[in-house]
């Protein structure tokens, strides 16, 4: 008896994720028609089926979703399976996929990726830059095999690991009335032109709920997709921001002038760590992985 081949079950997903014949062959990196083909071999094989199509989109049909939702645990399974021979020999061995933040990414892994490849030459390590929801979806579907990401982050099946605790800073000109306050409070930024990411970016969330602020107590002009984005904007006069320290450290401000400044609260800070999926089989590797971040931000 025929069965579902491993490649059939990862074009009806991505015929799932995109509901586009043309969109789901670009994210498989074959051509439609390679797609298409494969999607009929799938139907054939299970004598249903499985897609509805149209001039205008694709839909799946009932039984088309129980098994796209088969599918996925399939796939999901086949990658914990590569990651267990990956990581069954010495740890950092093979490669791992790591998702990282962009608020994180800039300013950890320039000096984690040369440590990595100071330790461990053989181990290949690669990363995927992105927003939080994107990372984590990848990491459920087993396109990623852990993340480097704000805590915490709603997720399903997932362990964490707490590494470090990143404080929030004041960016102001030092022209502004907060740039000479002592002691700086995080309520002295109620009724301020607070410069933040736009949605999506948990940054922004963080921060404000680290300073205890709502979006009604605060004004934002302006709402960027970077850090330095918003850094030259401060630096223009146009409001203030929060900026991570670790961010401060790599010199994200540079020799903008602006003041940097420490909140008298010790709490104003967000917590970095790891995400994987409760059933991956390299969860040890991944806490040396997370040993290793831990101690490079404490040197």
Known sequence: MRQPTIKQLRYLCAVADHQHFGQAAIASHVSQSTLSAG???LEETLGVSLVERNNRKVILT???DEVVERARELLVG???????CAGAGEPFHGKMRMGVIPTVAP??????LQQIRQRHPAFQLYIREDLSQPLVDALQTG???VLLLALPFP???VETM???EDEFLLACPDSHAL?????LRTTDLKGESLLLLEEGHCLRDHALEACKLRDSQITVPYQATSLATIVQMVANGIGITLLPKMAVAAGIAGSTGLVIKQFHQTNVTRKIGLMWRKKTPRRVEFRQLGEVISGLMEA
Do not use: F
Not at 78 to 83: A, L, P, R, Y
């Open 179 to 183: 740039a000479g306050l002592t002691p």
């Open 78 to 84: 086949v990658e914990d399976m590569v990651s267990l």
């Open 107 to 112: 300013y950890l892994l320039p000096g984690l």
């Open 162 to 164: 707490p590494l470090l």
């Open 39 to 41: 999607i009929l071999e």
């Open 143 to 145: 396109e990623l095999d």
């Open 155 to 157: 997720a399903d099946q």
């Open 62 to 64: 009932p039984v088309g």
